[in-house]
């Protein structure tokens, strides 16, 4: 499961950052065993001299257009949200609500030219001896994703016209050893994205 944290706020882009935690919930798919993790959406609503935002609970961020609940309906594939990788992208991220938050299970994958609100650039662990909070989390998080936007896209965050958000642990899945901070690319104003980001410069 992954639980939204805190939003770092950049002149022109902000990461969200969400995060993942591995607990049990009921499987969809009909399978036993450990259940997917989780994952929430989030808002910038202040930023402070770090560049770091907090964040509110914002289930309209994570809702898909129409064009992309369609595509999710006719291609997509379910996957939890601690197993994507790098290119992969996805058209919703819908919300639980458990002892960490606000927190998806499973995100639906679809290829990238259908119509998709978020496209993975970036897994990296964060490197702290405790579970880090508030800006600490922001930090982090940042130094994972920051460069590797550049490096994926083609252009800096600042100078890009999409923005990123980031899947980061929750403190339950962090006592379980989970460290791994997905980097995601997504649109500004949440429309859909209808090709790879990847090398697109945008």
Request: net charge negative; aromatic share 4%; proline share 3%.
């Amino acid at each position: 499961m992954r639980t939204t944290t805190r939003a770092l706020a950049l002149p022109t882009a902000l990461i969200l950052a969400v995060g993942i935690a591995a607990c049990g919930s009921d499987d969809s798919n009909g399978s036993t065993g450990t259940a997917a993790p989780q994952t929430t959406a989030a808002s910038d609503t202040s930023s402070s001299d770090s560049g770091l935002g907090s964040v509110s609970d914002d289930s309209s961020s994570s809702a898909p257009s129409s064009a992309s609940a369609a595509a999710t309906e006719a291609d997509a594939e379910t996957k939890s949200a601690q197993d994507l990788e790098v290119g992969d992208c996805f058209t919703d991220m819908g919300t639980e609500t458990d002892d960490d938050g606000a927190t998806v299970n499973t995100v639906d994958v679809v290829d990238c030219s259908a119509p998709h609100l978020y496209e993975v650039y970036k897994n990296g662990d964060i490197e702290a001896d405790s579970f880090p909070t508030g800006d600490a989390m922001d930090e982090k998080t940042a130094d994972v994703c920051y460069d590797a936007y550049a490096d994926y896209v083609g252009t800096s965050l600042d100078e890009s016209s999409l923005t990123a958000t980031a899947l980061t642990p929750t403190s339950s899945s962090w006592t379980l050893g989970d460290r791994t901070v997905s980097c995601v690319i997504t649109s500004q104003d949440g429309s859909d994205l209808t090709s790879s980001a990847k090398g697109s410069k945008a």
